[in-house]
């Protein structure tokens, strides 16, 4: 799950991310 935070945070789209979404992936 790094690797996919890491992109996460790097992305533009980030912020686009939906609260949920971003809460479920930090939980994993």
Known sequence: ???LKEK???SK???DVCP???E???RE
Do not use: P, Q
Request: glycine share 0%; aromatic share 14%.
């Open 1 to 3: 799950m790094s690797e």
């Open 8 to 10: 996460l945070l790097a």
């Open 13 to 15: 789209k980030y912020r």
């Open 20 to 22: 949920d979404t971003i």
């Open 24 to 26: 479920r992936i930090w």
